[in-house]
């Protein structure tokens, strides 16, 4: 079964960058390739949503709130997707996941990113 690992989160001060990384073990590296990753965010009492997502032709897309401070990519012989995130702001305190999109494999734990003075 597919699972998604990811890491790179911690805590930052307003206006501080971190990068996100999501392993996609046990998935067959054709079908990575090819697979719409995305990156996405919950914080407690409000549902996931989703942040950006990158194509097999590294097309990319994110949601308005984060358009201009976020990057996404993706590294295919590693099967990795990446999210770069720069100008954070306290509302971007949340838990950060990866998934296919649409979102079709179980949730990996996911990897905290807490924005604080």
């Known amino acids: 079964q597919v699972q998604f690992v990811e890491s790179g989160g911690g805590l930052v001060q307003p206006g501080g960058s971190l990068e996100l990384s999501c392993a996609a073990s046990?998935?067959?590296?054709?079908?990575?390739?090819?697979?719409?990753m995305g990156w996405y965010r919950q914080t407690p009492g409000k549902e996931r949503e989703f942040v950006a997502r990158?194509?097999?032709?590294?097309?990319?897309d994110y949601a308005e709130s984060v358009k201009g401070r976020f990057t996404v990519s993706r590294d295919n012989g590693k099967k990795k997707v990446y999210l770069q995130l720069n100008s954070l702001k306290p509302e971007d305190t949340a838990v950060y996941y990866c998934?296919?999109?649409?979102?079709?494999?179980?949730w990996g734990q996911g990897t905290q990113v807490t924005v604080s003075s």
């Open positions: 998934n296919t999109v649409p979102v079709n494999r179980a």
């Open positions: 046990r998935m067959i590296s054709s079908v990575f390739s090819s697979q719409s």
């Open positions: 990158i194509d097999g032709n590294r097309m990319t």
